[in-house]
């Protein structure tokens, strides 16, 4: 039997989350060749996709457009600022690549649906990075799918990252300017306090919300049909200064008579001892799972410890490799991966929808 065909993947910019690549690379059929970028990229963003390239031992192109011809490469892997998603993913579809692309999947609808018409037209399979191959996340689906708890008809997913953002809200003293959205997250993204890396503010609905709902879509199959949606800015003086949310809820009416809820903030370090509170609650006829999306995990404490040490460690966490198996027997299979273009859009006009009917205060039909 013949081995398994081997990829070789261009990272189109490395500058948000370079786990992601790193997370494909894990998996033997994949190998990293070459970083490209635009040449009109700012300054820090060579700086950061340099510095990816070398930690890899791979060349580092500043021309996407030639990076994509003469590397022979099939996978592309799209982590840049946020509102270059789209552009790069597009660009890399119609080159005949694979895509593999960093959340959000877009900031604007039309960017979003041309994405969508782009890899369809082509033929590619598109993979949005995501969290749906956590252990416990596997093991609700197999619950539900076993009819341990029988028809679901209510599904609620807790989304509070414990991470920092910068000064808490009410720290900017009389007189100072606002806290500068890009500058900021530029200068975070050394701790990962980063959030919506961009110029454009986006909020943790926008920036995180792909995560609880590709945990709903995952577990229900449902489409979200209305939603109602409220948000503040709690915690953090960025987002409080840039009129974006970093505590929001959305409930949601879906396919079936589906009823959901989403509870999701960035909550600050110290509120937590590891990443956060993440935990799904799904109501079924015939009972009820209440799934942490940390387990299994340990608890590691010792004299000396790092103030921001994590104290509780997740274990036998595939979460990237699995990613990466499923989008490579995707392209093997011409079948869809677990979180494909189409699915992501859905997701995308979710989120609209939701920061939609945070500013009017009315349900909002997802479109």
């Known amino acids: ?25 894990s998996h033997p059929r994949f190998e990293l060749v070459v970083v490209a970028d635009d040449h009109d990229a700012p300054a820090w963003a060579h700086e950061r996709n340099q510095q990816f390239a070398d930690a890899h031992c791979i060349p580092y192109i500043r021309d996407v457009d030639r990076a994509l011809r003469e590397f022979d490469t099939q996978v592309v892997i799209v982590s840049p600022e946020a509102e270059r998603h789209c552009g790069l993913s597009i660009r890399a579809a119609r080159a005949g690549k694979h895509v593999i692309q960093d959340k959000p999947l877009a900031t604007r ?7 969508v018409e782009e890899v369809e037209r082509a033929g590619v399979r598109f993979l949005m990075w995501n969290r749906n191959f956590l252990p416990a996340v596997l ?27 910068g000064p808490t809200r009410g720290s900017r003293q009389l007189g100072y300017p606002p806290i500068h959205w890009e500058a900021h997250q530029i200068a975070a993204h050394i701790d990962g306090a980063d959030g919506g890396l961009g110029r454009e503010p986006m909020g943790e609905l926008g920036v995180e919300g792909i995560y609880p709902l590709g945990y709903i879509r995952l577990l229900t199959g449902a489409e979200v049909r209305k939603v109602f949606a409220r948000s503040t800015a709690f915690f953090h003086q960025a987002h409080a200064d840039n009129g974006v949310e970093d505590l929001a809820s959305v409930t949601l009416e879906m396919d079936g008579g589906l009823l959901g809820s989403i509870a999701i903030g960035r909550i600050g370090l110290a509120s937590h001892p590891s990443g956060g509170e993440i935990k799904l609650h799904i109501l079924g006829s015939a009972g009820a799972l209440v799934i942490s999306e940390a387990r299994p995990e340990v608890g590691i404490y010792h004299k000396g410890q790092p103030p921001k040490e994590a104290r509780q460690r997740r274990v036998a966490n595939e979460n990237d490799f699995l990613l990466a198996d499923d989008f490579a027997r995707a392209i093997d299979e011409n079948r869809d991966t677990v979180l494909g273009a189409r699915a992501s859009c859905a997701i995308f006009a979710t989120v609209a929808a939701a920061l939609e009917s945070c500013r009017t205060g009315d349900v909002v039909e997802v479109k």
């Not at 609808?109 to 041309?114: C, G, L, T, V």
């Not at 619950?143 to 008809?153: E, F, L, V």
């Open 109 to 115: 609808r039309e960017d979003a649906n041309a994405l």
């Open 139 to 165: 093991h609700a689906r197999e619950q539900i799918t076993t009819g341990a708890i029988g028809k679901p008809y209510a599904i609620h997913a807790d989304f509070y990252f414990a991470k920092d953002a």
């Open 1 to 25: 039997m013949a081995a398994p065909r081997k990829f070789r993947c261009a990272v189109l910019s490395a500058v948000k989350h370079d786990y992601v690549a790193r997370g494909v690379a």
